[in-house]
């Protein structure tokens, strides 16, 4: 990796090598250090005071210990330093039977570099138990949510030079002057001509995902870019009105609210991030009402959940999926119950299933 690209390369030269870590966002898990012995490969828990770098071939040049003795004695004192002939260690990390059912995600957490490489596409999402342990679509919760009906949704961008060659080291005025459109915005004609900022979802460029069941779908979006916040809306191509949906969960945590918690104060719990609706139908069975929405500012490494049914209008595309003339879905009492200790918390569940995204 240039030194160019590396943003505290003067605070610390290693950077320069690319070593890379792995850390886990969420998951309530323990700190846990290595255990095993050269030669074999170390095995980490989710550690972050952990350096792994290239073996670069046994380059001597390129070995952390000769690069800058003084760095490597630095961060020595701090970090467990992985320098093998695989260029690996292995991570063991046991999810406890108490961890919350929901959508977390894995990114490098190799301070003063972790940006770089997020924004080169090291990171992705962990799905953690089964959406029927804690969403149903009645109250009585004798009709689960199906989990083949949740979409996990990975937001991501990359600025891409005339040449080819990413920018890793992001310019928030790359497009300066060039409104977005379709998944992609030109570079500045005078600072990055010819280069295009790219924005995706799951690695496609504007893509048309169809929604054909009639009693709707989970859509979980992670935003895991390194700095772009994302505005996100579900328009009608018809009316171009933002279409109403419900918000289940944030960052993991699933949405609920005591009973007579006002719109105000929700909006305020909320702090901003989301745009309060009304969810087109006038809810009698539950004894809590569900929270819609028409719009989610998401920051970069942020986490949603929200249900989504087949506009009837016979559409395929994401402007056209729409909640708002079905009946919302409930989150389990059992899910309720806990939450209203923890304001808005979520359901433990046991012997979680682990479901995790390669890195795209």
């Not at 695989?86 to 059912?101: E, K, M, N, V």
């Not at 990975?154 to 310019?171: E, H, R, T, W």
């Amino acid at each position: 990796m240039a030194p160019s690209t590396v943003e505290r390369i003067h605070d610390d030269p290693l950077l320069a090598l690319n070593p890379t870590d792995l850390h886990t966002h969420g998951l309530v898990v323990p700190a846990s250090p290595n255990t095993t012995a050269p030669p074999t490969l170390p095995v980490y828990g989710d550690f972050v005071l952990t350096a792994i770098f290239n073996y670069n071939g046994g380059d001597p040049a390129k070995n952390p210990a000769e690069y800058d003795r003084s760095a490597y004695n630095q961060l020595h004192a701090h970090y467990d330093v992985v320098y093998n002939s695989l260029s690996a260690a292995d991570y063991d990390i046991h999810i406890p039977t108490y961890q919350p059912t929901g959508a977390y995600w894995i990114h490098p957490h190799m301070h003063g570099i972790s940006g770089v490489q997020i924004t080169a596409g090291m990171s992705g999402i962990i799905s953690i138990g089964n959406i029927a342990s804690y969403l149903c679509y009645n109250e009585s919760c004798n009709h689960p949510v199906l989990e083949s009906s949740v979409r996990h949704l990975i937001l991501k961008d990359m600025q891409v030079l005339a040449s080819g060659a990413p920018q890793l080291q992001q310019d928030p005025t790359f497009c300066s002057g060039s409104p977005p459109g379709n998944g992609v915005c030109a570079g500045n004609r005078k600072v990055y001509p010819g280069g295009r900022w790219f924005f995706t979802l799951n690695g496609q460029q504007y893509p048309t995902i169809p929604v054909a069941k009639t009693e709707g779908e989970v859509w979980r979006f992670t935003n895991s870019a390194a700095s772009a916040t994302y505005n996100l809306q579900l328009v009608d191509d018809a009316t171009t009105k933002p279409i109403a949906f419900q918000l289940i969960a944030v960052d993991g945590v699933a949405v609920r609210f005591p009973e007579g918690t006002s719109a105000g104060q929700v909006q305020a719990a909320l702090r901003g991030r989301f745009r309060i609706a009304d969810c087109g139908k006038a809810i009698t069975t539950y004894a809590l009402k569900p929270i819609c929405v028409s719009e989610i500012v998401m920051m970069p490494i942020r986490r949603s959940s929200k249900p989504l049914e087949l506009a009837k209008t016979g559409g395929s595309t994401i402007s056209l999926a729409r909640l708002a003339d079905t009946t919302p879905i409930a989150i389990s009492k059992a899910a309720r119950a806990i939450s209203e200790f923890l304001l808005n918390g979520l359901i433990c569940v046991a012997a979680p299933t682990v479901i995790a995204t390669p890195w795209l």
